[in-house]
């Protein structure tokens, strides 16, 4: 078989790839009820809780048909023993956690108006400096940095924008049994850039104070598209 038609078969069979997995996600939507619409993205949020004594705490999410990864596994919510350190104990799985994972689509249309342009090479600084003004630790920044950074800091700019929390509410409402005295939830969108924008700077809440049970959820979701704009 001469070189040519191998070339051509494989280009053959990256695009038959390329159409399935675009089939793929296109059905995934239709399942879901949802128009499909790529640039939404996912969102990939962790919980914490703190309560003021060892106490067993539910956590129950909205909108469950829109998720797509959970850990430990979400069913009809989750129920855990936690501890003032933020230690988690699940009787069901009989496992320690740190904190509650889920992973869903992102049905809240990005709203480029308002925002942040970073170089790329400042990522940490920036999301320092902007993850404590929303509330969190420096342990918990660490990780959310850790998670973001490699989606981000290579990139020439990147535009950031946090959602509101009424945004949160409308895309997965959270409720949690006892009720946190301060609950924080950061959900940050990014898109990369080849190139700043101009964007009006986005005003961010009052840095709120941590007291009594506290729960906090942090997350991202990548408005890019695959694509460097």
């Known amino acids: 078989m001469s070189k040519k038609i191998l070339l051509a078969i494989s280009i053959i069979m990256l695009i ?5 997995y675009a089939c793929y996600q296109m059905i995934r939507q239709r399942e879901l009820n949802m128009p499909y619409d790529e640039s939404l993205g996912d ?6 809780l703190y309560p003021t004594k060892t106490t067993e705490v539910s956590v129950f999410l909205g909108n469950p048909q ?9 069913t009809d919510g989750w129920t855990v023993t936690a501890e003032p350190n933020g230690d988690l104990f699940d009787k069901e799985t009989n496992r320690s956690y740190y904190a509650l994972y889920w992973e869903g689509l ?15 090479k400042n990522t ?5 400096e902007k993850l404590s003004e929303l509330g969190l630790t420096e342990r918990e920044a660490n990780e959310f940095i850790i ?12 535009f ?8 949160q509410n409308q895309n997965m409402p959270l409720a949690i049994s006892p009720k946190p005295d301060t609950l924080i939830r950061v959900m940050m969108e990014f898109k990369n850039l080849s190139s700043p924008i101009e964007v009006k700077e986005q005003i961010l809440p009052p840095t709120p104070n941590r007291d ?5 959820e942090w997350g991202g979701t990548d408005i890019t598209n695959n694509i460097l704009k």
């Open 147 to 158: 998670y973001w950074l490699p989606k981000m800091e290579n990139a020439p700019y990147n």
């Open 43 to 48: 969102e990939k949020p962790i919980i914490y």
């Open 212 to 216: 009594g049970f506290v729960a906090v």
């Open 160 to 167: 950031v924008r946090f959602q509101t929390m009424q945004e």
């Open 66 to 74: 829109n998720l797509t990864h959970t850990y430990p596994k979400y």
């Open 124 to 128: 940490i600084p920036f999301l320092q």
């Open 16 to 20: 038959f790839a390329a159409a399935t």
């Open 106 to 120: 992102n049905t809240i249309e990005p709203n480029m108006n308002e925002g942040f342009v970073v170089e790329g």
